[in-house]
């Protein structure tokens, strides 16, 4: 059984990048929800779990998150490295990104079981 953990699809641009672009742009807007906050994460868990820990993408990744997690998000902050990683992304294949959504799947039931 393959699992889908992504709001978006591997590399078509309208749903990769628009529900990023979106949802950087709802920051601080009322409408923003936690839907643009799964878009953006999901970005940088991708970038992170394909990547080694030591490299400048993983670096990006875990900064990204580290901005996501404040209790009040910057636009200005945020910004950078999450369309960094998304340009970054373009540039995988299907099969990297598949491989890396597949590990954090099985990461997230073993931690709910």
Request: proline share 5%; net charge negative; hydrophobic share 45%.
């Amino acid at each position: 059984m393959r699992l889908k953990l992504r709001p978006f699809g591997i590399k078509d641009r309208s749903k990769t990048e628009l529900p990023t672009l979106i949802a950087l742009s709802a920051i601080g807007q009322p409408w923003f929800s936690e839907f643009h906050l799964a878009d953006m994460q999901i970005v940088g868990m991708v970038c992170e779990a394909m990547e080694p820990k030591d490299n400048d993408v993983s670096a990006t990744a875990r900064s990204l998150l580290l901005a996501l997690s404040s209790e009040v998000l910057d636009a200005d902050e945020v910004g950078p490295p999450l369309m960094e990683l998304s340009n970054w992304m373009q540039r995988q294949s299907n099969g990297r990104i598949q491989q890396a959504l597949d590990r954090l799947a099985h990461q997230s039931q073993r931690l709910a079981a």
